[in-house]
């Protein structure tokens, strides 16, 4: 209860901060997911389809509404006719009226059928409610993820400019002093430039990301997203021993399988109402008919229905029996497919896995202090401008390594929730 209570507080504190204009949201991961939940208006859209086909089972469960009809009323005098008492004062003596009630009812079960078809309706919204959130799901985890990796970026290049800024400044006092040449000074002023233009393209790119975290959170439009959380690599260790509870996980949990299979239930429902069809209504009547019959007042009964000698529904019985068939086919191969993608995403992220687990734990903070002791042994002209510049290169190459890989990693994993269809 207290986790629910502190999940609703982060959730309307953040709403709070939407709702002001302040340029910076720092959200973590979690939180990024509470707030698509709560705030989603997609979300929100597929819910209220769900409500309406419930409304639609309700109004199937109605009986149609008998029919009142009054005819044979003269609205002048006639005379030659037999006496009659007045219906209403002395209104009436030379009046002719006919009444009738008509109550349709519908034979070989058409109501229950058609009720049963609505039900499945409903759970085909509640299905494809999961399928928009497993689409839309996917897309954050994947939003965020671009954003925390382009924000490692950042920092990898804002360090490095910070950094090489300070050489640069460095040896253009050199340079005045007659120290160096020029060239060396152009090289590493370029070097600057290369990464401040690297950097640029980087704020544009995390911009496009923005653009579709913003919509899929329902956050103002001037605001600006930053992931409070580093790129981790996700905690679960894949294996390949487990790919056969994956595919059966799938088969029981994925929306557009589950779609597919209601599909099929609903060809199989239909069919049955296509067969009732062919019975007919039939139509009681309750008649009162005054001066126009021997009787001075005649009540009588009746019945109608169709006599279904042309039309039997033999054409709707036939395609209905055909939907089986080809909804069959779709439930297959779109099992077909589900297997192929868990599978093809575990063997993604096992490879990705395997590549990761190859680098070192400390071999960042190795890097880091490599760096470091070459960019002071350049300053103290203890290696040359080559040698600095190509282990610069090194460095940011091996760091977009690691980086890439828990890209992917967080990716393939992600795309491999999303084939199975749940959370892991």
């Not at 519908?106 to 689409?135: D, F, H, P």
């Not at 290369?194 to 544009?204: D, I, P």
């Not at 990301?209 to 992931?227: D, G, R, T, W």
């Not at 992220?349 to 734990?361: A, L, N, P």
């Amino acid at each position: 209860m207290k986790k629910i209570i502190f999940t609703l507080f982060c959730i309307h504190f953040f709403s709070f901060f939407l709702a002001q204009n302040a340029d910076t949201l720092r959200i973590s991961r979690k939180e990024a997911e509470s707030v698509f939940l709560a705030n989603n208006l997609d979300l929100i859209i597929q819910k209220l389809e769900i409500s309406q086909s419930e409304a639609r089972v309700v109004q199937a469960k109605f009986w149609p509404n008998p029919t009142l009809s009054i005819s044979e009323v003269n609205l002048w005098r006639t005379y030659d006719i037999e006496k009659q008492p007045a219906l209403v004062g002395n209104w009436g003596k030379n009046t002719q009226i006919a009444a009738e009630i008509e109550q349709v009812i519908q034979t070989a079960g058409k109501r229950r059928k058609n009720i049963e078809l609505q039900k499945l309706e409903v759970e085909s919204e509640k299905y494809e409610l999961q399928e928009v959130l497993r689409e839309l799901k996917n897309l954050l985890r994947n939003t965020v993820t671009e954003i925390q990796y382009n924000q490692e970026q950042q920092k990898l290049y804002q360090g490095q400019i910070a950094s090489i800024e300070k050489l640069t400044k460095s040896y253009h006092n050199q340079l005045n002093q007659g120290n160096i040449s020029k060239a060396e000074y152009i090289r590493l002023k370029a070097q600057e430039i290369e990464f401040k233009k690297t950097l640029v393209s980087l704020r544009q790119e995390i911009e496009e990301h923005q653009v579709e975290l913003k919509a899929l959170l329902m956050a103002p439009s001037n605001s600006y997203i930053v992931i409070s959380d580093e790129l981790e690599i996700p905690g679960k260790e894949i294996s390949e021993l487990e790919l056969p509870k994956w595919m059966d996980m799938a088969r029981e949990n994925r929306p557009d399988i589950l779609i597919a299979r209601n599909k099929e239930q609903y060809a199989h429902k239909n069919l049955e109402l296509q067969k009732a069809l062919k019975t007919p209504d039939l139509a009681f009547t309750l008649e009162y008919d005054r001066g126009g019959n021997i009787m001075k007042d005649f009540v009588g009964v009746g019945v109608s229905f169709d006599i279904p000698i042309f039309d039997r529904n033999k054409g709707n019985i036939q395609e209905a029996k055909l939907d089986i068939e080809k909804k069959g086919y779709e439930t297959r191969k779109t099992i077909l497919k589900s297997e192929s993608e868990v599978n093809s995403a575990v063997q993604n992220y096992i490879r990705t896995q395997e590549i990761y687990h190859q680098i070192d734990e400390d071999y960042e903070s190795t890097l880091d202090g490599l760096l470091a002791s070459h960019e002071k042994n350049f300053r103290l002209r203890n290696i040359s401008m080559l040698e600095y510049m190509d282990f610069l290169e090194t460095y940011i190459g091996n760091k977009m390594i690691i980086l890439d890989t828990k890209k992917e990693l967080n990716e393939y994993y992600e795309n491999l929730q999303y084939v199975v269809g749940q959370d892991l």
